[in-house]
C-alpha cells in the first residue's frame, strides 16, 4: 500500500529532551516536507527536501533540523525542545512529475506535547 | 496582507444545501492550485485540482479567477460526510527551483440534519 508513515503519533516530553520524529514514504518521491498545524494558523512548512541530501527551510524552520541521507526517509529532529513547540506535525511527500506533480500525500501526524 | 486567506467559518448547512467556499492568494506569480479535505485531527487528502477553466468532479466545482486572484469551491447536494474542513493550497514557482506550497487555514463546513 501507498503511505507515508510517521513515527511516533503521540509524545509527551519535556523541555530540552531531544527527540526525533521519522517519516518515511514508499512511493520513490523526490519531494518530502515537514508542518505543523496550529488553531488559527493553519498549516506551515518546516522544512523541505527537494532529493537526497537537499533540503531547504520552510516558513518556521527555528528550532528544528532535518537530514534527507536516503529517498524515503525524512527524519525531523528538535535539538532542544520548547513548549512553543507542541502542536501537530504532518509529514508529506511529492513526485515531482506525472499526474500526481504537486499532490502532496500526508502521513497520519505525530501530537507533540513539550511540557 | 496573508499569502492564502480563506474564511474559517464554520459554515453550518442543512443535509441537500449548496454551499460555496472562496479563497484569496496575493501572490499574481501562483500558478497550481488545489483543495484539500481535512477531517479532525487526521491528515489533509486531495480533494481535487483546480484548473484555469473550472472543473468539476461530482458534487464538486472548482474555479480559478486570475483577475481577481482567489479560487472556489462549490459543494452542491451537501451530505454529512461532507462535513470537515476544506483547505486551499496555492503553488509558487520558486526562482532556483522547486515550488513553494502554502496552505490556507481552513474553511470549517458542518452539515447538518
Known amino acids: 500500500e501507498a503511505q507515508v508513515t510517521q513515527n511516533p503519533r503521540y509524545l509527551i516530553t519535556v523541555t530540552g529532551k531531544k527527540l526525533t520524529v521519522t517519516c518515511s514514504q514508499n512511493?520513490?518521491?523526490?519531494?518530502m516536507s515537514w508542518y505543523r498545524q496550529d488553531p488559527g494558523l493553519g498549516l506551515r512548512q518546516i522544512y523541505y527536501?527537494?532529493?537526497?541530501?537537499?533540503?531547504d527551510k520552510g516558513d518556521v524552520p527555528e528550532g528544528y533540523k532535518v537530514s534527507r541521507k536516503e529517498k524515503r526517509n525524512f527524519p525531523l529532529i528538535l535539538e532542544s525542545p520548547s513548549p512553543n513547540q507542541t502542536s501537530l506535525y504532518f509529514c508529506?511527500?511529492?513526485?515531482?512529475?506525472?499526474?500526481?506533480?504537486?499532490?502532496?500525500?500526508f502521513g497520519p501526524g505525530t501530537r507533540l506535547t513539550v511540557l | 496582507r496573508k499569502e492564502v486567506e480563506q474564511d474559517p467559518g464554520p459554515f453550518n448547512v442543512p443535509e441537500g444545501a449548496t454551499v460555496a467556499f472562496n479563497c484569496t492568494y496575493s501572490?499574481?506569480?501562483?500558478?497550481?492550485f488545489f483543495w484539500y479535505r481535512q477531517d479532525c485531527r487526521k491528515e489533509p487528502k486531495l480533494l481535487m485540482s483546480?484548473?484555469?477553466s473550472g472543473n468539476e468532479d461530482g458534487r464538486f466545482t472548482a474555479q480559478l479567477n486570475r483577475a481577481s486572484q482567489y479560487i472556489s469551491l462549490l459543494i452542491r447536494d451537501s451530505k454529512l460526510s461532507d462535513s470537515a474542513t476544506y483547505l486551499c493550497?496555492?503553488?509558487?514557482?520558486?526562482?532556483?527551483?522547486?515550488?513553494?506550497?502554502?496552505f490556507g487555514t481552513g474553511t470549517q463546513l458542518k452539515v447538518e440534519l
Open positions: 508529506a511527500s511529492s513526485p515531482r512529475q506525472g499526474p500526481s506533480y504537486n499532490e502532496q500525500f
Open positions: 512511493m520513490n518521491h523526490e519531494y
Open positions: 527536501s527537494m532529493n537526497v541530501e537537499v533540503t
Open positions: 501572490n499574481s506569480a501562483s500558478q497550481s
Open positions: 483546480v484548473y484555469s
Open positions: 493550497v496555492v503553488i509558487l514557482p520558486l526562482t532556483g527551483g522547486g515550488n513553494k506550497l502554502t
